[in-house]
């Protein structure tokens, strides 16, 4: 990729990539996004997969690209490459990180590194299939199995034989309602009322209204610095467990719904605001699965009644239903199935100059 190579413009001769320094990296990206909300996928990552191949779980690998390869997030997430609202994920293949599974992902953001993130897995699926991740795959649908933090989820994506398509839905780890009706402090705001789901990672969930905003008119900016002051509140005020590991036992963000829980044909509009004040441009996919959690134990829905979820921010739709009670730890959790369209938006080379003092990037909000 490094020599040059005759362009087609015209019969002029053109590089491979912009002139960068022989040590710099060079990191070719393909670029999707699920419901608004953008996806930078890494397909490989030698740091990772040498890691993988050492025999490291993905938890462990998680740390450990966080601890060493941090630089690599940072680049691409960040500005000038990146932007305040950007969201990544590496590919990992082989190893004890894939498991069985057709790949493993680790999921990148502006903050550092999620558990879970469904409008990737939508997108991941996807691409397995078109970059011929999965071996032999089916018609009229694929299942494409991932393995991610928080566990085994597989993705089950149209296939006509050529390419993929839409809608591609996923069945994650089992999800669970945490905590009900708990009474939070927020400072500025007084005494809420919040639920805490469990989609794979950790919301707390509450009516805007709470907070005198209403999720579909008021100011993002407004409804932003609430949802993050509850975050906040609920970190300092409850205490997370989770049945496998004490990883994934934190708490991802805040959600601000319109109320309207029950049953209905009707959409339900949110707001997902998590890691450090970044909103989902999507209706959230782990945030989906944890809300329907949430709504089956307080027996709002029954099996196989899918809603629809609405992003404020975009318009954009997710469906979700809970399709099977089961156990998880000591909790009584359901699967969700959560639907959603993925597309691409192009491919890409990212280069580093040695020599460019905001290399890593910079965070600027």
Not at 141 to 158: D, I, K, S
Not at 296 to 304: S, T, W
Not at 319 to 334: R, S, W
């Amino acid at each position: 990729a490094m020599a040059a190579q005759g362009g087609g413009d015209g019969g002029g001769a053109g590089r491979a990539l912009p002139p960068h320094s022989p040590s710099g990296v060079v990191l070719q990206t393909v670029e999707m996004h699920t419901g608004g909300e953008p996806l930078r996928i890494i397909p490989r990552l030698e740091a990772a997969e040498q890691a993988a191949a050492a025999g490291l779980s993905l938890l462990s690998l998680r740390r450990e690209v966080a601890a060493r390869h941090d630089h690599v997030r940072r680049a691409l997430m960040h500005e000038p490459r990146g932007h305040a609202g950007m969201y990544g994920a590496v590919v990992v293949r082989g190893g004890a990180a894939a498991d069985g599974a057709h790949l493993a992902a680790l999921f990148l953001h502006c903050a550092g590194y999620s558990a879970m993130c469904g409008h990737a897995v939508m997108a991941l699926g996807r691409f397995a299939l078109d970059y011929g991740l999965v071996p032999a795959p089916t018609r009229p649908e694929t299942a494409v199995r991932l393995r991610c933090p928080c566990g085994p989820v597989t993705a089950f994506v149209p296939w006509d034989g050529h390419r993929s398509g839409n809608p591609v839905r996923f069945h994650s780890v089992p999800a669970f309602a945490a905590a009900t009706d708990l009474a939070i402090d927020v400072p500025g705001h007084g005494k809420v009322v919040v639920d805490i789901g469990y989609g794979g990672t950790f919301y707390a969930f509450l009516n805007a209204e709470q907070l005198g905003l209403d999720v579909c008119s008021s100011k993002t900016r407004d409804l932003v610095s609430a949802a993050s002051a509850v975050t906040e509140a609920v970190k300092k005020q409850f205490k997370l467990h989770h049945p496998e590991s004490e990883d994934l036992a934190f708490l991802y963000g805040t959600i601000l719904t319109d109320g309207k829980d029950a049953f209905s044909e009707e959409p339900t509009t949110n707001i997902c605001v998590f890691a450090d004040e970044q909103v989902d441009r999507s209706p959230t996919g782990s945030g989906v699965t944890a809300r329907i959690a949430l709504q089956y134990h307080k027996g709002l829905i029954q099996l196989d009644q899918t809603r629809t979820f609405r992003s404020s921010t975009t318009g954009s739709l997710f469906t979700g239903k809970a399709v099977k009670a089961t156990k998880f730890g000591n909790y009584n959790a359901v699967i969700v199935e959560v639907s959603g369209e993925a597309f691409y938006t192009g491919t890409a080379t990212f280069t580093v100059e040695e020599e460019d003092p905001l290399k890593h990037g910079f965070f600027f909000k």
